[in-house]
């Protein structure tokens, strides 16, 4: 059975820092690229960050470079994303995602999702 579940959510004061954690079953984890996206009321899905199969490409949203910090560790078949000087803007549910291809695609390409996290950032 294939799955996918993040963990780590939770509420911060803003410049904070929260790591999230996604364990993945279920499919050959060194073979997949994995993403980080986010959807936070009132606004549209953002791709967050993204790990390429070969675990040496990585891609930052420009509203998270610099803060965030996305690694796998593939004998726990769990990917992390760091995330530090957290902002309010920067709440919303977050969703790791999966892709067969090993890159980093849109968000319509993964193959398998998360049932996301929370993250809230507020003083």
């Known amino acids: 059975q294939v799955q996918l579940v993040e963990s780590g959510g939770g509420f911060v004061q803003p410049g904070g820092s929260l790591t999230l954690s996604c364990a993945a079953s279920?499919?050959?984890?060194?073979?997949?690229?994995f993403a980080w996206f986010r959807h936070a009321p009132g606004k549209g899905g953002e791709r967050v960050s993204c790990l390429g199969n070969r675990r040496n490409n990585t891609y930052y949203g420009d509203f998270v470079k610099g803060r965030f910090i996305i690694s796998s560790d593939n004998a726990k078949n769990t990917v992390y994303l760091q995330m530090n000087s957290l902002k309010p803007e920067d709440t919303a549910i977050y969703y790791c995602?999966?892709?067969?291809?090993?890159?980093?695609?849109?968000?319509?390409?993964?193959?398998?999702w998360g049932q996301g996290t929370q993250v809230t950032v507020s003083s």
């Open positions: 279920g499919f050959p984890f060194v073979y997949y690229s």
């Open positions: 995602a999966a892709d067969l291809k090993g890159i980093c695609g849109h968000w319509f390409e993964y193959d398998f």
